[in-house]
Nanobody
Framework: QVHLVESGGGLVQAGGSLRLSCAAS????????MGWFRQAPGKEREFVAAINWNSVIRYYATSVKGRFTISRDNAKTTLYLQMNNLKPEDTAVYYCAARALQASDAYSLVKEYDYWGQGTQLTVSS
């Protein structure tokens, strides 16, 4: 059982930057594929970025490509999301997720993940 805890959310002005972290415990972090998702009020949870176990494969949603960077530190069992040039439409609760099987690839669907954190709120003001 993997326990995921997100942190780093907050209020930021449009054009600003922020880095989210996701600390993992209770499992073998280096064996998991990881992802970031977000959910705005009244909307479904959507894919943001994903990374495979050794960081060779990374996927991004079109809406964040070129602005967000996903990374991981397996020694620190932590996943990161560096967010630059933030926009009001990035406002959402951000969740990290872990997938235990076939971690050699990265995954963009909610149903492909086994474990989820509780989320951290990001609000971008215009």
């Amino acid at each position: 059982q993997v326990h995921l805890v997100e942190s780093g959310g907050g209020l930021v002005q449009a054009g600003g930057s922020l880095r989210l972290s996701c600390a993992a415990s209770g499992g073998t972090f280096g064996r998991y594929a990881m992802g970031w998702f977000r959910q705005a009020p009244g909307k479904e949870r959507e894919f943001v970025a994903a990374i495979n176990w050794n960081s060779v494969i990374r996927y991004y949603a079109t809406s964040v490509k070129g602005r967000f960077t996903i990374s991981r530190d397996n020694a620190k069992t932590t996943l990161y999301l560096q967010m630059n040039n933030l926009k009001p439409e990035d406002t959402a609760v951000y969740y990290c997720a872990a997938r235990a099987l076939q971690a050699s690839d990265a995954y963009s669907l909610v149903k492909e993940y086994d474990y989820w954190g509780q989320g951290t709120q990001l609000t971008v003001s215009s």
